[in-house]
């Protein structure tokens, strides 16, 4: 059973206001990602970490940036919320050596 | 550049029909090849993967078809079933890289 966490699951916020989407993971992986996917369609990596300290920018470009200071803990910010942000953002963990990697429920995000 | 080529982006099939998606993929160093399935509103979850060194997984009604020499990967969902709609993806890695995943397809079964 996979154990990771994102919240919130929905969140409706207003243009310019700033917002950390959460995620976490209980098992100790040192990889983990943010996807942004509009729903059904493909998933774009924005960001990912392999570990402590370490952060990466993905292959679409983000205005949000990401911080991993403990390894179960990966959260995503944006400064100010845009509507061009609104998306569905997931994360998702996997270890070395492991290809599978295990996705949180995502949080679907609405700027208005 | 797509290294991970998904094809057809969407698939209708009968209640009891086979259901076929095809990737291509070009970084022949790939040593892992797995297959996600997603329903709607959730994330996406491991259904099956495949390493180079065979050429067919089978897991329950899922099977992997590889062909390395042609660089290319397919699922097979056998009795497809209304519960089977969802969207899937490809997916290839090497070693410890980042996971590329294809575009996705959109899978729906008539009952």
């Known amino acids: 059973e996979a154990d990771i966490y994102q919240t919130p699951r929905y969140l409706v916020i207003g243009t310019g206001k700033k917002i950390t989407l959460e995620c976490s993971q209980t098992m100790g992986h040192d990889k983990m990602y943010w996807y942004q996917q509009d729903p059904g369609m493909e998933l774009h990596l924005i960001h990912y970490s392999y570990g402590v300290n370490s952060t990466e920018k993905g292959d679409l470009s983000s205005e949000s940036t990401v911080s991993r200071i403990r390894t179960e803990h990966f959260p995503l910010t944006l400064e100010s919320a845009r509507p061009s942000h609104t998306s569905q953002y997931l994360c998702?963990?996997?270890?070395?050596?492991?290809?599978?990697?295990?996705f949180g429920q995502g949080t679907r995000l609405t700027v208005v | 550049q797509q290294q991970v080529k998904q094809s057809p982006q969407s698939l209708i099939v009968q209640k009891g029909g086979i259901s076929i998606i095809n990737c291509a993929y070009e970084?022949?160093?790939?040593?892992?090849f797995p297959w996600y399935q997603q329903f709607p509103g959730k994330g996406p979850a491991l259904l099956i993967a495949i390493r180079p060194d065979v050429s067919e997984k089978k897991e329950g009604r899922f099977t992997i078809s590889f062909n390395k020499s042609a660089k290319q990967f397919s699922l097979h969902i056998m009795d497809s079933q209304p519960g089977d709609s969802a969207t899937y993806f490809c997916?290839?890695?090497?070693?410890?890289?980042?996971?590329?995943f294809g575009k996705g397809t959109r899978l729906h079964i008539l009952p």
């Open positions: 998702a963990s996997s270890e070395y050596g492991q290809g599978e990697a295990f």
């Open positions: 997916a290839a890695l090497y070693r410890d890289d980042k996971i590329i």
């Open positions: 970084n022949t160093a790939f040593d892992y």
